[in-house]
């Protein structure tokens, strides 16, 4: 087969799976997945911002701008179509992350974490203010349907939720590999490797920024869009540092190598906040912490790295 | 004979430091100009101030007649002047292949198309780079695991993808034992094409006199001798300051 149809075949393989597995599973953890493919979108967009050398203390800000997109798409402009609804949440943050991105290109390291916590903080700050769209309880959306279906109960509600939370997950998982195998995802690579050299082959390093800021936005946008309606609810809380706290920890525990790994951390996390809310309700930021120790240790170049490294040795196994 | 390229009364001082001390050059096309003087000469200056990374405290560069003394490291390569470095700057965490993929791809204009694949086009154009610099048996080892002679070599060939019309190589030869420069010179001086203005510094004076065409030798910011390679190196001041065989 040639590597060419490789990628996508995988990506079919994969929706199909996902889609017959969300039947197979009760429904909070089908829910539960929904959540954490969310998480995953707007962490996959902050792998690519950590793929040019940068981290990102601000994720959660277009998380919110897009879950606040499409709440307000679908509350004032009466918009009930998921597919829809994501797309504008994406907009948001995405015409957000273009306008922010250019002012943090020319910071690095420390500088540029902070300021783009800063920048969240300050939208968070801001709509907890902001009466007409609902202070800091924030507002409460209604069910959306899909593509002309509605849903008729809450089973039926969870698993097309579901399964267009798959198609979300698959479609933007694709394109990020595809663009991770490209040459201009070796450019973002390269930029966090040498930006002199970057900069001595006649490339600009500060575009690359730009570019990589944005695209996350974007995919920040679309996460928060999907959480959205999948809660029904938006408020402040999503442009808090923790959120944007539990992205970063989502994407070191996954690394940079994979996209898939970004998915799997991001329902690890899910599921560890789930069972320690249950059964230890007062330790869950400790287990967070045990678990986050335990990856850096363990794993330091995330599960991606472990994905990769199986990989190599398999090439290193078979015969010349 | 035509001037590609012309520095006019560049100084630079750093605090008490004179690294560029009124130097004036001028550079035919297709010259081979090695560029030598002690530690502190100010030859790394030079190709800094030539290559935009520096700004003179005053004085000219320009490239065939136009000013480009103000303009940004990625202007001045895009005009067609490219270097190499005294340290080798590459892309570590990368391959071989891969760093000369990223080089490319700046060079053709198809590094910011999102989704464009390393294709036929490329990887042939990787591979005959790879081939004019024998690095092909690197080519898919990983940069940091490669040794510094390799590098200086991958530093050269990710440079001259946007086929320069003034190449500077910043020692090219410095961290390779003394057995194995000439080879390293021969390798460089094959992979270039024939019509490339090619200025490199050089302390191994055996060196300067087998490749270059005309020296300039350093000394204290200051270009004392610019001449061909047997009178400059016969130079009474040179011999005095800078190969010591003055006597
Ligand atoms: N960015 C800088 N800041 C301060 N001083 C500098 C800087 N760059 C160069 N210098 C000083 O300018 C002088 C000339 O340095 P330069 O690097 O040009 O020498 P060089 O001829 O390349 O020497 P070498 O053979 O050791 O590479 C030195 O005294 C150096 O310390
Ligand atoms: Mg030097």
Known sequence: MSSRYAIPLLAALTLVILVVLGKLLPAWCVFLLVTAFAKGLAALGLVLIIRSGLLSFGQGLFYCAGGYGAGLFMLW????????????????????????????????????????????????????????????????????????????????????????ACILVVVFSLACRVHFNSVRGLLSLAVRDNEIRVEYLGSSVRRVISENFTAAAFLGGIGGALNAIAVAHIDPELAFWTTSGEFVFVAILSGYLSVAAVFASSIALEFIRSFSSQYFPNAWQMSLGIFMLASILFLPNGIGGLLQRRKKRMKGNKPA | MS???????????????????????????????????????????????????????????????????????????????????????????????????????????????????????????????????RLGDYRDQTVSELPGGVRKLIDIAVAVTRKPKVLLLDEPTSGVAAEQKFALMDIIMSALDSDVTVLFVEHDMDIVSRYAQRVLAFYDGRIIADDLPQAVLENQTVKMHITGTAG
Do not use: W
Request: with cysteine; net charge negative.
């Open chain 1, 77 to 164: 402009g009466g918009v009930h179509d998921a597919a829809l609804l994501v797309l504008a949440g994406g907009l948001v943050a995405l015409v957000l992350g273009a306008v922010i991105a250019p002012l943090l290109a020319g910071y690095r390291s420390i500088f540029f974490a902070t300021l783009t916590l800063a920048l969240s903080m300050l939208a968070h700050g801001a709509l907890t203010k902001a009466d007409f769209l609902g202070g800091s309880d924030g507002l409460n959306l209604r069910p959306p349907s899909f593509i002309g279906f509605q849903p008729a109960n809450s089973t039926e509600s969870v698993y097309a939720l579901y399964v267009f």
């Open chain 2, 3 to 133: 001037v590609v390229l012309e520095a006019r009364n560049l100084n630079k001082s750093f605090g008490s430091v004179v690294a560029a001390n009124d130097i004036n050059v001028t550079v035919n096309r297709a010259e081979r100009l090695g560029l030598i003087g002690t530690n502190g000469a100010g030859k790394t200056t030079f190709v800094n101030i030539v290559t935009g990374y520096i700004k003179p405290d005053s004085g000219a560069i320009t490239l065939e007649g136009r000013d480009i003394t103000a303009c940004e490291p990625r202007v001045i390569t895009k005009e067609g002047v490219c270097r190499s470095f005294q340290v080798p700057q590459l892309f570590l965490t990368l391959t071989t292949a891969q760093n000369l993929a990223v080089a490319i791809g700046i060079a053709q204009g198809q590094a910011f198309s999102p989704y464009a694949t390393i294709d036929d086009a490329m990887a042939e154009a990787i591979d005959a780079l790879l081939e004019r610099f």
